[in-house]
């Protein structure tokens, strides 16, 4: 979707379909399970947990650092990263909410 259309939709339609896309991939979903089972983790730990190249998980940890999923501090070389606690709760609340908001409504057609 172009940046310029977004003005079609709801603040709460975009903010969804922002952090979907942030989550729209298994080595992301596998780096977020990594950081809520450790509580925190280092970049290195990753590329020993997933199997993936380095240049690869720090593009997949950009995505989900841009989106505000996760935070990370630098200690020396290295970049401890964990789930961002505030971001966290608002994706949850995000999709919850969209999830809870169906209720069967429609007649089956097929």
Not at 4 to 28: M, S
Not at 72 to 88: A, D, Q
Request: charged share 20%; proline share 3%.
């Amino acid at each position: 979707m172009g940046v310029t259309q977004t003005h079609l939709f709801t603040e709460e339609q975009n903010q969804i379909a922002q952090l979907a896309k942030a989550i729209a991939h298994p080595a992301r979903i596998a780096i977020l399970q990594h950081l809520i089972k450790s509580k925190s983790c280092i970049n290195g730990d990753l590329v020993l947990e997933i199997g993936l190249a380095q240049a690869t998980i720090s593009q997949h940890l950009r995505e989900l650092k841009e989106a505000g999923l996760i935070q990370g501090s630098i200690e020396g070389t290295r970049v401890n990263y964990c789930i961002h606690p505030e971001k966290w709760s608002a994706l949850k609340s995000l999709f919850q909410d969209f999830f809870e908001s169906y209720s069967d409504c429609c007649e089956p057609t097929c």
